[in-house]
Structure formats: structure tokens, C-alpha cells
């Protein structure tokens, strides 16, 4: 690949991946409402995600995706209905409870498949690669140093790019002391969590 062509990608994905959409919504929401400690597991299958449909995208996959639709539709509502859940619980929780401790046995795991859901079955996500990928790249030339090259790319950008609204969120979440505002904050945090559901069902 060539380095105009690597920057231009970079540039667009960066652009693309910069606009809040269902998968940011969810990501900052669960910062502001429980700390940026146990985001990376959410962000790493983001991450990975991407990384598949590029893959399916470069290497003219995307018709067996088409072939398994059913699969990545029920992979979607598996996805919605987890962000619909954690809304409910996020607006219903105690404040004062254990909001700031370390994540538990297991919710790694979790908000790794939450993670993996969310951008599976993003509409936004499918449309980049799938519809305005190949107007960038000439998927056809790519080469297998290509792929390389452009996976590379892309998990810089996606790191810069969501690491930035984690601590964004992290530094919005330091000024929530008092139980009222953790409470509002909690209930804004179920409110984009249940907004990005609503977006990602609606499409």
C-alpha cells in the first residue's frame, strides 16, 4: 500500500470512527457511569470487530456475509438486548453501591461479547466497509502486506480515537462526587446506552 493511500483510509476512518454513534454512546456511557477500568475488554472487541469486516471487505468476503445474514441479524438483537439491559440496570443503580470497585470474575468476558455485539450487527460499521470502503481503497490490488498494512491503520486510529473519548468520559466522571450527580450521570449513562439500542434496532 501506499502511504496516500494508507493516510487516506486513515483519515476517513478516523472521521467515520470520530462521529458518535451506538458503539461510542455505549462505550462512554459505561465510563461515566462505572470508570474507565474495565472498558478495555468493550474495546478490544470493537477493535476486533472492525478488523473482521475490513478482512471481509479486502478480501471479498462479504458475499459469504451476505450468506450467513441471519447469523449477523441475530448477533444484532443479541446486541440490543444486552444495551437495553445494562440501561435498565445503569438507571435502577444505587449510587452509592459499588460503581467504583474492580470488575467481577467474569464481566470481562461479558463486555468483551457486549463489545463484539455492538459493532457485528452496527449498521454504520457494515456501511464503511462494506459500501464506502471500496470507493477509497482499490480492494482488488490489495495485497496480503496490504491487509497488513491496513489493519495496522486501522487499530492505530480506532486506539486514538476511542482511548481519546475514554478519558474524556474518565475526566467528565471525576466531577460527579455527590450521589445526585452520580445519579443524573447514571441515568444520562442508561439514556445513550438505550439511544444507541434504539439505533442500532432501528436499522
Known sequence: ?????LALF???LFVAAGSPGPSVAALVARVLSRGHRDVLPFMAAMWLGEALWLTLAVFGLVAVASAFHEVFIAIKWAGVAYLV???WKMWFSDPAGDGGELPNAGSGWKMFLAGMSVTLGN?????FYVALLPTIIDLGSVTLLGWVELTATL?????IVDLSWVFMAAKARR??????AM???NRISAGMIGGAAAAIATR
Open 1 to 5: 500500500m501506499t502511504i496516500g493511500a
Open 10 to 12: 486513515a483519515i476517513t
Open 155 to 159: 487499530l492505530i486510529v480506532l486506539a
Open 175 to 180: 466531577f460527579l462526587k455527590s450521589p445526585r
Open 123 to 127: 449498521p454504520k460499521i457494515m456501511m
Open 85 to 87: 439491559w445494562l440501561a
Open 183 to 185: 445519579k443524573i450521570a
